[in-house]
């Protein structure tokens, strides 16, 4: 959903013709495409903590820490 409004956006403001005859100062279409943002970056930060949650639930602390531990050295 949030693809289609983006697209139909692009496709109304930016590839439109018609655009240079109508003003974008004030338009609905600008605040709701700039009201996204933040939902996007909640979202994002939400599957951060998900992942970090399952990680917390699969292993124990020390066995975590030894594991990203590894990762980060090649050991």
């Known amino acids: ?12 403001w930016i590839d439109s013709k018609a655009v240079i005859k109508q003003s974008q100062l004030g338009t609905p279409d600008l605040q709701s495409l700039a009201d996204l ?6 979202i994002q930060d939400m599957r951060i903590v998900l992942f970090i ?19 980060v050295t090649g050991h």
């Open 53 to 71: 949650t399952f990680l917390l639930l699969k292993f124990n602390i020390n066995e975590l820490i030894v594991f990203i531990f590894k990762l």
């Open 1 to 12: 959903m949030l693809s289609h409004y983006v697209n139909d956006f692009d496709h109304k």
């Open 37 to 42: 943002s933040p939902s996007i970056k909640i």
